[in-house]
């Protein structure tokens, strides 16, 4: 079919949607006329031992806010890439380079690409930040405003 979209297919978490993630899917969506991501179910971050402070309508809904991405759906599995790749009719599959070469056999129904990583940012540190911060000292003006 002449004008079929060019469909760009990507997989994430997207916990506490940050820079990195935003800087990401704007790049992936520069590949392609579509971008499809797959979201971790919080069944599947249970599997991937990943704990979400976001529950996975909550991130989904913030992913089909980004005008970057068209299109949102659950991912449940390991093994439900090939499968999506051909519903999806997907010319690119494209992951941040942390996940390099780990879905090389997808080259089999499209082509992989691994975009580098934005540096200095990820959810693990966000969550790192807010947690040393709340167990750090409060100042006056912080402990009037807790006791308010
Ligand atoms: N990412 C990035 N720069 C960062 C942080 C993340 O480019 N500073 C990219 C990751 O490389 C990934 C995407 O953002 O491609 C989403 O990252 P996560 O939410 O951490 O996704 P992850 O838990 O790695 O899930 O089946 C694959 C998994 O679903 C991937």
Redesign the pocket.
Known sequence: MANKPRTVL??????LF????V???ERLSALGDRLVV???SDE??AI?G?TCVMPYEDRATILRACRFVDDVFP?CS?DQ?PLDVQRLEADIF??????TG??DELSAYCEVVY?????????TKLKNIVVERSAAPKGASERRAARA
Do not use: I, Q
Request: with cysteine; aromatic share 16%; net charge positive.
């Open positions: 990507t997989y994430g978490t997207f916990d940050h820079v990195g993630h800087r990401l899917l797959g979201c971790s599947f971050n991937k990943k991912e390991w890439k494209a992951m941040g380079s942390d996940w780990k879905f975009l580098p990583r934005t540096d200095g940012v990820s959810t």
